[in-house]
């Protein structure tokens, strides 16, 4: 079930708000200029789906954030808890970073979990198969797949080379609770 809390930046151990309501979710994550959606499948898609097959179940939902928001392209990103890179690739932005570029991601399948530092409160975010989350160019944040990562996204780019981090070197990462599959919420 898609959760979020949102903390102090100074105490990670205690929420202010913990929800699951997808509503009240929306609205919290709004009022600091991130979308968060949910989409459903025109038809049904299974794991190992070709990227093709996936991007057609929802090609109403895609299109018309094409057409709103101006991207260039759209891929598929899929990982499984067997890659040989999963350590790697769960560390490439397990520090804060931003991006030059909205990051925008549907979750088709799986999950991850997108951490936002926002003036003095950090918002994490466990978006799960159905969510569509856009976090905003210059927004500081954290992405965790886990240590068994099992997911399948849609990303969207507005330019080919926009979506590399720019990490600020700081800790406040460390100071968060990492994402452990099936984690309570």
Request: charged content about 25%; proline content about 7%; hydrophobic content about 45%.
């Amino acid at each position: 079930m898609s959760r979020l809390r949102i903390f102090d930046e100074h105490t990670p151990d205690s929420p202010l708000l913990a929800t699951t309501a997808f509503e009240a979710m929306a609205a919290e994550l709004a009022r600091i200029g991130v979308q968060l959606e949910r989409w459903q499948p025109a038809r049904a898609v299974r794991p190992g789906d070709p990227p093709e097959t996936i991007m057609a179940a929802y090609r109403t939902d895609i299109d018309r954030l094409v057409a709103a928001r101006g991207f260039q392209s759209v891929d598929v990103v899929s990982i499984a808890p067997d890659n040989p890179q999963k350590d790697a690739l769960r560390a490439k932005f397990l520090d804060e970073h931003f991006h030059k570029e909205d990051e925008v991601r549907f979750f088709v399948a799986g999950s991850g979990l997108f951490t936002l530092h926002v003036g003095d409160r950090v918002y994490e975010v466990l978006c799960e198969a159905g969510d569509l989350i856009a976090v905003p160019d210059g927004m500081t944040h954290w992405f965790d797949m886990g240590p068994m990562p099992s997911f399948v996204a849609i990303r969207f780019f507005t330019t080919p080379d926009g979506w590399v981090g720019h990490f600020t070197g700081t800790d406040i990462a460390q100071r968060f609770p990492r994402y452990e599959v099936g984690q309570a919420a």
